[in-house]
């Protein structure tokens, strides 16, 4: 509903931000008014009179507190934005007042940023915005920051409060003019992905320079410039998030590209004498991946106003729409373009350490007597992990299901699935454990405890971090054995002449050959990458342990790993919505984590350990 600026508006306003309340009014003209809690700040953008500019306007919605109105309500305005300044410089001691506009003047001189303030003594806060602008790089755009008085905001008809209203108040205003780049000059349309790349960084700037004035000016002490972004989330995002985890939860990736003949193609190549490539069969498709697309791009993300939600939605989007590219592509040459997509290859520095494993490691080791531990009594052990998670949470729900259509382990939605005919050596039962319950299923289910469903379903490119993590526990509980890691390297090797055009039969025989490993475990790993029309996701486990190794050595911590499905550069923005309340940190750990034998262990790897210091 419209609402004019009336004095029982503007009273209405600032009791609800005396009482610690939201406040999203909607303002006349496509106006709006939305401070997200009680805030020592402001952003204000006015629509030029007779000519709205919807692009520049999309600035400010990121903020957590700010004004879109139009210049014709200036009168009304300066009432609303002196009565919600005055109530919260009481509260906070100070506040600051920052006005954005498009610049009126468009030659190449133009710096892309003007920063307008106070001529007498040039705040902190104007150098720290300044600084902050000219560290944004943004390809083919040059920037540039001028500096100029803020006297044009303090008097004339469009001034909203004078120089002796600010003072009273404690007041800082800013201007900031942006040379509109991010749009056309002659038909005034936006274009999209200027103005969305550089809406994030021009927030990040201006959270920086509030920061920096908030901290030194007012009572109000945030413990990280995120800390001053939205919380509240306008109800498009949690209707957004809910129909993207629909729509992955519609179908079962790895079981659709999965073969349910394992067995029956075995016997029939062994019958070939391992010269003609068996043929593969698969679960028979649950959804119209057409259908689901016309879904997927009906979701209208373009409600979403704060810009970190929103790239988080469109890469959601994005992987989606590749892997129902690859479903309807499965069994045909396409299946692999779309697997390089989604999943990568290997580039030639994994090739390397992959090549140097298996050099390294020649030989598979002799076991004398491989004690294989039965598959109800695995069955077992993984329940009793899942129990020791559930007395963290007790809304984990889940468990552990015997079939005869898995070959060896799979963990799908949170759930353990172990096939009928697993041969689980003894020696690496706890190791399996901590890979699929300690890390998929705990991920899973600490995404499932975050509001954003994004977390449980997985973030796009996920698979490297999880396998990384689930690998890395395997060492930490002492059950990375030499053939684990022969077996992770075989599996980037035979990708990479996957990719190369090598067939079925060729691979096999490489591993067989050139790399020692016996026909069952050659066929395995050549079904893997060969599933489907050609599956590159078997790169990730060693891609992403040595990725991870890395990360641990550049002082990157473990447990924020762990608070969902989440790729490594998703750190920043996982951080950024603990910081803003958005998400919360995560309410099961590992047992690794909490087993003080084991931390030494750990802190060795901070040192730098590499995969070859593993072996």
Not at 81 to 109: Q, R, Y
Not at 176 to 186: I, M, Q, W
Request: proline residues 5%.
């Amino acid at each position: 509903m419209t609402e004019a600026i009336t004095e029982s508006f503007i009273k209405s306003v600032v009791g609800s931000l005396k009482r610690s309340r939201q406040v999203r009014r909607r303002l006349p003209d496509g106006g709006l008014l939305h401070i997200d809690r009680p805030l020592p700040f402001l952003v204000l953008f006015r629509h030029p009179a007779g000519k709205p500019d919807h692009a520049t306007a999309d600035f400010v919605k990121a903020e957590a507190a700010y004004i879109i109105a139009k210049e014709e309500q200036t009168a009304e305005l300066a009432l609303l934005v002196k009565e919600i300044a005055k109530a919260m410089s009481e509260k906070f001691g100070a506040f600051m007042i920052l006005e954005l506009f498009a610049a009126a003047d468009h030659t190449p001189e133009t710096p892309l940023f003007r920063v307008l303030g106070p001529e007498e003594a040039l705040p902190a806060t104007v150098n720290v915005l300044k600084k902050e602008l000219e560290q944004i790089q943004i390809e083919n755009l040059p920037v540039t920051v001028g500096i100029s008085s803020n006297q044009p905001l303090l008097s004339g008809p469009l001034h909203l409060l004078s120089e002796d209203e600010l003072k009273q108040m404690s007041c800082l205003m800013l201007g900031l003019a942006l040379k509109p780049v991010y749009r056309n000059l002659t038909t005034g349309d936006a274009y999209p992905l200027l103005l969305r790349t550089l809406r994030k960084h021009l927030s990040n700037a201006v959270k920086k320079a509030v920061f920096d004035f908030v901290r030194v000016q007012t009572t109000h002490h945030p413990t990280h410039f995120q800390a001053l972004g939205r919380r509240a989330v306008v109800s498009a995002v949690w209707h957004i998030d809910k129909k993207l985890a629909s729509i992955s939860d519609q179908f079962q990736f790895l079981m659709l590209v999965t073969p349910v003949n394992a067995t029956e193609a075995w016997e029939a190549f062994c019958k070939s004498k391992f010269k003609k490539a068996p043929t593969f069969h698969y679960r028979l498709m649950p959804v119209d991946t057409d259908l689901l697309k016309r879904k997927l791009y009906n979701i209208p993300l373009e409600k979403v106003e704060d810009p970190t939600l929103g790239f988080l939605f469109r890469d959601k989007r994005h992987e989606l729409d590749k892997m129902l590219t690859m479903l309807s592509d499965r069994n045909t040459p396409d299946f692999l373009y779309s697997s390089l997509q989604l999943f990568g290859g290997v580039d030639e520095q994994l090739l390397k350490v992959a090549e140097g494993i298996l050099t390294a490691l020649p030989e598979p080791e002799v076991h004398e007597d491989i004690s294989i531990i039965p598959v109800h009594e695995f069955a077992a052990l993984a329940e009793q992990e899942i129990a020791f998670l559930k007395s963290q949470n007790e809304s984990l729900s889940t468990g552990v299901e015997i079939r005869k259509d898995i070959v060896g382990l799979l963990v799908s939605r949170g759930k353990l699935y172990i096939g009928a005919e697993a041969q689980i050596p003894r020696n690496r039962a706890e190791a399996l454990i901590q890979h699929e319950v300690g890390t998929h299923i705990l991920t899973y289910f600490n995404g499932k405890a975050q509001p954003l469903q994004q977390l449980y379903v997985g973030v796009p490119g996920y698979e490297e971090l999880q396998e990384g993590l689930a690998v890395l526990s395997e060492y930490l509980v002492g059950g990375l054995n030499h053939d684990r890691l022969r077996l992770l390297a075989a599996r980037v090797v035979a990708v990479h002449h996957l990719t190369k055009g090598c067939h079925f039969t060729d691979n096999f025989h490489r591993l067989i050959e050139q790399y020692k490993f016996d026909k069952d475990t050659a066929f395995d790993i050549t079904m893997r990458v060969h599933r489907g029309g050609g599956l590159t996701k078997d790169a990730v486990y060693l891609r992403g342990l040595v990725h991870l190794l890395q990360y641990l050595k550049d002082g990157g911590e473990l447990e924020p790993l762990l608070i969902g499905k989440i790729r490594q550069d998703y750190i920043p923005i996982v951080q950024e919505l603990i910081y803003r309340k958005v998400l919360h940190t995560a309410p099961i750990k590992p047992r690794y984590l909490l087993d003080p034998a084991i931390q030494p262990k750990l802190e060795q790897l901070k040192t730098g350990l590499t995969v070859f210091n593993l072996i």
